[in-house]
């Protein structure tokens, strides 16, 4: 596995390269779920980039950029069993050097869910993912289910600004206790770790009821945020039930696919989570 730092490093190997290839962005600090999409990628391409930078334009004023946790011996060894071929490991100033100052921007779906409590995160997220995606020039580029608005924004640009890749969405890998893997899982101590299972309580809750015929969206609603009060160190930032494509929240019946979300800050940590209804 080869290490590149430089955009003029990526794009001279970018320019040698030939076949499919898979890439697979990170903000490193990997768990299972990152490497279940690096391990995906590898068995549907050629060859395999992942990349590993703590996108600093993604994050707001008072979120935790400094204290993100990073690990990048244990990420490259991590990957490199995976099979990667190559990782792009970039300095901020690579990315965004002095000057910089053009940037992609989605009109509607920013302003829902996530978006609504991160203002300027999703500009940060397709901002730097349109970079990474021209600096690959990937086949496929593989995301998690778990961050749903992500995935839902990134298929959006794709189309909008006519890339040429097929964007895999892959489940969401979960503890055997049903906590959605995640690098921010770090901030929870033991007591905070067990109250973090109610997510997938309401989560599971609410798709049990819909899969035993319950359409009712604000039923639904009502009952995860019953879940949720359950349990005393959870404080929920939102609960939507939404349309799975527009991300528009929903109200009454139920008529085609449904996001069910949340964000629930538990201690020092805020977590998302989400299920299809389908
Ligand atoms: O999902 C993430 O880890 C990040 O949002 C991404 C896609 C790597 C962009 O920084």
Not at 19 to 47: C, Y
Not at 93 to 99: K, R, V, W
Not at 234 to 250: G, H, I, K
Request: aromatic share 6%; with cysteine.
């Amino acid at each position: 596995m080869k290490t590149i730092h430089t955009v003029a490093d990526m794009q001279g190997l970018r320019r040698e390269l030939s076949g499919n290839i898979g890439l697979v962005p990170t903000m490193g600090f990997l768990h299972k779920g990152h490497i279940s999409l690096a391990k995906r990628a590898r068995a549907e391409n050629d060859l395999v980039i992942a990349t590993i930078f703590v996108n600093p334009t993604q994050f707001g004023p008072n979120e935790d950029l400094a204290a993100y946790p990073r690990d990048l011996p244990r990420d490259l060894s991590l990957l490199e069993n995976a099979g990667v071929d190559f990782v792009f490991v970039p300095t901020p100033d690579e990315l965004y050097p002095p000057g910089f100052q053009t940037w992609v921007e989605l009109d509607d779906l920013p302003q829902r869910l996530e978006g609504a409590h991160r203002p300027g995160h999703f500009r940060g997220v397709a901002t730097i993912v349109t970079k990474l995606f021209n600096l690959t020039r990937p086949t496929r580029a593989y995301f998690g289910q778990k961050d749903a608005q992500q995935a839902v924004v990134i298929r959006r640009f794709t189309r909008d600004l006519n890339f040429d890749i097929d964007i895999v969405i892959c489940p969401t890998v979960r503890e055997p206790d049903g906590l959605a893997m995640s690098s921010r899982n770090i901030y929870l101590n033991p007591k905070e770790r067990q109250a973090a299972t109610v997510l997938f309580r309401a989560l599971s809750t609410a798709q049990a009821a819909f899969s035993d015929g319950e359409r009712d969206a604000d039923r639904l609603r009502t009952m995860m945020q019953g879940i949720l009060a359950t349990e005393p160190l959870a404080r929920p930032d939102y609960v939507s039930l939404a349309d799975a494509e527009t991300l528009a929240e929903l109200s009454g019946q139920i008529e085609g696919r449904a996001l069910a979300s949340m964000a629930v800050r538990v201690g020092p940590a805020r977590l998302i989570d989400n299920m299809i209804l389908n």
